[in-house]
């Protein structure tokens, strides 16, 4: 991963990969990869929110999904134009 830190974009301590990923012959596993592990953390932060009060107006996976939308790695290109 050190060796794609070099096109990487930080937002809220996370590495989303944007520049070295077409040309590393690993890219797209590693973008799934990243994908899975960003998605699960999501999940889990939505869990926790469910856990205060008061608790999100949607079912946690769709706070989840939320969360993506407005944290995933759309959201970052949209903001690095």
Same mark, same amino acid.
């Given at each position: 991963?050190?060796? /794609? ?6 937002s ?9 990923? +077409?040309? $590393? ?7 799934e990869?990243a994908v ?6 999501l ?6 929110? $469910?856990?205060?009060? +008061?608790? +999100? ?5 769709e706070?989840?999904? /939320? ?5 995933? +790695? ?8």
């Open positions: 991963m050190a060796e /794609l830190a070099q096109g990487a974009v930080w809220n301590g996370v590495v989303v990969i944007i520049v070295a990923l +077409p040309v $590393h012959e690993d890219g797209a596993a590693r973008w990869r899975r592990n960003a998605r699960a953390a999940r889990e932060a939505a869990d926790h929110l $469910h856990t205060l009060t +008061p608790r +999100p107006r949607y079912p946690a996976k706070t989840a999904d /939320l969360l993506w939308l407005w944290f995933g +790695p759309a959201r970052l290109a949209h903001a690095r134009c």
